[in-house]
């Protein structure tokens, strides 16, 4: 079943963010909204690993924070990627220092994971879409065959896969990680 526009393609985004918040999440792109997939289990553990260990480097140090299912709104489009990181010095912070509710900047990272039955090129059209504004870093993990695509600014999209070492942000620079490395966390047994 692939996701399908769901109301008018005359509706603003203003007013798409005035709806209430759906679970799995919506997203605008052009006028349309879409419905993400459910997260299941390879999804939901491969995003909790990367949320975690990008956590554990990037927060004691103040130099990045990755989001999972964080609504980003820019450049006319709301999207919620799997995992948004935002390094530090960028995240939206009220003037008392808490961090703001609106996130209405692309992340500085982007990292989708495809799920069964979801349509790969409009998740990929949402990593260039980042990438034409703003946005650093892209990953598509694709665990049926334990690849992951890396989208660049003013690059070719290259497929990672193995022993294959994948680039992280600037400030996370010196973290060595293989796609070996992400793919085996699904392994529990």
Same mark, same amino acid.
């Given at each position: 079943m692939k996701l399908s526009p769901q109301l008018s393609s005359n509706l603003s985004l203003e007013e798409f963010l005035k709806l209430p918040e759906a %679970?799995?999440?919506? $997203? !605008?792109?052009?006028? %349309?909204?879409?419905?993400?997939?459910?997260?299941?289990? $390879?999804?939901?553990?491969?995003?909790? !690993?990367?949320?975690?260990?990008i956590? %554990?480097?990037?927060?004691?140090?103040?130099?990045?924070?990755?989001f999972p299912e964080l609504r980003c709104t820019f450049a006319g489009r709301s999207?919620?990627?799997?995992?948004?990181? !935002? $390094? =530090?010095?960028?995240?939206?912070?009220?003037?008392?220092?808490?961090i703001a509710n609106q996130f209405e900047i692309p992340p500085d990272w982007t990292i989708e994971i495809l799920s069964p039955k979801q349509s790969p090129n409009r998740v990929i059209r949402n990593i260039m879409f980042s990438i034409q504004n703003g946005t650093k870093l892209g990953w598509f993990l694709d665990s049926e065959d334990e690849s992951i695509m890396? !989208?660049?600014?003013?690059?070719?999209? $290259?497929?990672?896969?193995?022993?294959?070492?994948?680039?992280?942000?600037?400030?996370?620079?010196? =973290?060595?990680l293989s796609v070996k490395d992400i793919f085996s966390c699904l392994n529990f047994g």
């Open positions: %679970k799995p999440y919506n $997203e !605008f792109i052009d006028g %349309k909204i879409y419905q993400k997939p459910m997260p299941q289990g $390879e999804h939901s553990t491969l995003q909790s !690993f990367l949320v975690t260990n956590n %554990k480097l990037g927060q004691p140090q103040k130099l990045a924070y990755a999207l919620v990627p799997d995992i948004a990181v !935002f $390094e =530090w010095s960028r995240i939206p912070l009220l003037s008392n220092g808490r890396v !989208f660049q600014p003013n690059q070719v999209p $290259e497929i990672k896969q193995g022993d294959d070492v994948l680039p992280v942000l600037d400030v996370l620079k010196g =973290w060595d």
